[in-house]
C-alpha cells in the first residue's frame, strides 16, 4: 500500500525559504520517479519539479534556480526546497508517486498514480 504524507508548509515572507518533505511508506521508493506539484485556489495543478529513482531532476521554469529537489532512499523521503519565495508561490503542494519502475520524471499529473494530502504554503508580501 503506497502512502505519502508531505509536511513542512507553513507561513513565510517574500524572500524565505521553506522545505517540504514526502515521506513513502510501503513501497519501492527507490526505484520510481517522485513528483512535485502545487494548485493554486481557482488554478490547475501544475508541475514544480521531480526527482528520477536515479536521481536526476526535472523542474518547471518558474522554479529553475529557487527550487531544489533531493532524496534520501535510506529514509524514502524526497525533499523540495523552495527560495525566493513570492506570494505566487502560494498554494498547496503535493508530492506524488509514479509506479513505473526507472521511469521519467513526467510533467503531466495524470502519470502519477498516488498523492499526498497536501501541505499549505502561504508567501506573504
Known amino acids: 500500500q503506497v502512502q505519502l504524507v508531505e509536511s513542512g508548509g507553513g507561513l513565510v515572507q517574500a524572500g524565505g525559504s521553506l522545505r517540504l518533505s514526502c515521506a513513502d511508506s510501503?513501497?519501492?521508493?527507490?526505484?520510481?520517479?517522485m513528483g512535485w506539484f502545487r494548485q493554486a485556489p481557482g488554478k490547475e495543478r501544475e508541475f514544480v519539479g521531480g526527482?528520477?529513482?536515479?536521481?536526476?531532476?526535472r523542474y518547471a521554469e518558474f522554479g529553475k534556480g529557487r527550487v531544489t529537489i533531493s532524496k534520501d532512499n535510506a529514509k524514502n523521503t524526497v525533499y523540495l526546497q523552495m527560495n525566493s519565495l513570492k506570494p505566487e508561490d502560494t498554494a498547496v503542494y503535493y508530492c506524488?508517486?509514479?509506479?513505473?519502475?526507472?521511469?521519467?520524471?513526467?510533467?503531466?499529473?495524470?502519470?502519477?498514480?498516488?498523492w499526498g494530502q497536501g501541505t499549505q504554503v502561504t508567501v506573504s508580501s
Open positions: 510501503g513501497r519501492t521508493f527507490s526505484r520510481s520517479a
Open positions: 526527482i528520477t529513482s536515479s536521481g536526476v531532476t
Open positions: 506524488a508517486a509514479d509506479t513505473t519502475y526507472y521511469g521519467p520524471v513526467y510533467l503531466d499529473y495524470a502519470e502519477y498514480e498516488f
